[in-house]
């Protein structure tokens, strides 16, 4: 707790409502409490101990319930303002760590709540790219890949996915349809043998060009090397 924390208490002030059939005739079994955190307000972080009630329908006779609070995250332990502000601030901002530092909220939730936004509001546009670039990244070292098609002439990510199998990959150029992928006039890429089959297969019209710096780095270790 510093001066830059408040803590508010809410009670529920109305007589419970079955969140099923919406009767009156309920029974409160228990009271409960959550702790929640709420947008930044006047300078000061904010959290809130909510008490709510479990109840039991005499109407409809549902199972134990729990009564709605409309103004929370369905998925984080935070309010739907809060939850609105860490998007905001990543959307102007795009730093998972200042935005953290901004709204008082954990790097992995504000990474989480914008990530369920990008999920929901992102869609597959391959628009007017006719030259990609392809590649391999590593997600955790020496355990787990992804893989990467960006535009090269605007340096837009048009596709990532997880993992570096010919399978996994060709969902890109499925999700490009026949038209797209006749627009495709070039691929960039390592000297993946698996990646050029693909572009072979689904683009007939482009080309595959291997990267100097793989074509370099291959040629010294596999030949001059070999030699020595």
Same mark, same amino acid.
């Given at each position: 707790?510093?001066?830059?924390?408040?803590?508010?208490?809410? !009670? =529920?002030?109305?007589? =419970?409502?079955? =969140?099923?059939?919406?009767?009156?005739?309920?029974?409160?079994?228990?009271?409960?409490? #959550?702790?929640?955190? &709420?947008?930044?307000?006047?300078?000061?972080?904010? /959290?809130?101990?909510?008490? +709510?009630?479990?109840?039991?329908?005499?109407?409809?006779?549902?199972?134990?319930?729990?009564?709605? *609070? =409309?103004? $929370?995250?369905?998925?984080?332990?935070?309010?739907? #303002?809060?939850?609105?502000?860490?998007?905001? &601030? $990543?959307?102007?901002?795009?730093?998972?760590?200042?935005?953290?530092? #901004?709204?008082?909220?954990?790097?992995?939730?504000?990474?989480?709540?914008?990530?369920? +936004?990008?999920?929901?509001?992102?869609?597959?546009?391959?628009?007017?790219?006719?030259?990609?670039?392809?590649?391999?990244?590593?997600?955790?070292?020496?355990?787990?890949?992804?893989?990467?098609?960006? &535009? *090269?002439?605007?340096?837009?990510?048009?596709?990532?996915?997880?993992?570096?199998?010919? /399978? !996994?990959?060709?969902?890109?150029?499925?999700?490009?349809?026949?038209?797209?992928?006749?627009?495709?006039?070039?691929?960039?890429? &390592?000297?993946?043998?698996?990646?050029?089959?693909?572009?072979?297969?689904?683009?007939?019209?482009?080309?595959?060009?291997?990267?100097?710096?793989?074509?370099?780095?291959?040629?010294? #270790?596999?030949?001059?090397?070999?030699?020595?």
């Amino acid at each position: 707790m510093s001066d830059r924390d408040i803590t508010i208490e809410l !009670e =529920p002030a109305e007589p =419970p409502v079955c =969140p099923h059939c919406g009767s009156h005739n309920v029974v409160v079994h228990e009271y409960r409490q #959550r702790v929640i955190k &709420d947008e930044k307000q006047l300078g000061c972080f904010v /959290t809130l101990v909510i008490t +709510y009630r479990t109840i039991k329908c005499n109407y409809c006779e549902s199972k134990y319930a729990t009564e709605d *609070i =409309p103004f $929370l995250s369905d998925s984080f332990r935070v309010t739907k #303002r809060a939850e609105d502000a860490v998007i905001e &601030d $990543l959307e102007m901002a795009g730093s998972i760590k200042d935005t953290s530092t #901004r709204t008082g909220l954990s790097w992995d939730v504000c990474k989480n709540i914008h990530k369920r +936004y990008l999920q929901s509001t992102i869609s597959f546009s391959l628009g007017s790219s006719e030259f990609l670039a392809i590649d391999e990244f590593s997600i955790k070292k020496g355990h787990k890949y992804g893989t990467v098609v960006a &535009d *090269i002439v605007t340096k837009r990510v048009i596709w990532v996915c997880e993992g570096k199998s010919n /399978t !996994e990959v060709s969902r890109f150029f499925e999700l490009c349809g026949k038209i797209g992928c006749q627009q495709i006039k070039a691929v960039a890429m &390592d000297q993946n043998a698996g990646f050029a089959s693909l572009v072979k297969r689904y683009c007939s019209k482009a080309l595959v060009v291997y990267d100097l710096f793989h074509m370099v780095y291959n040629f010294g #270790r596999l030949v001059i090397s070999a030699s020595e």
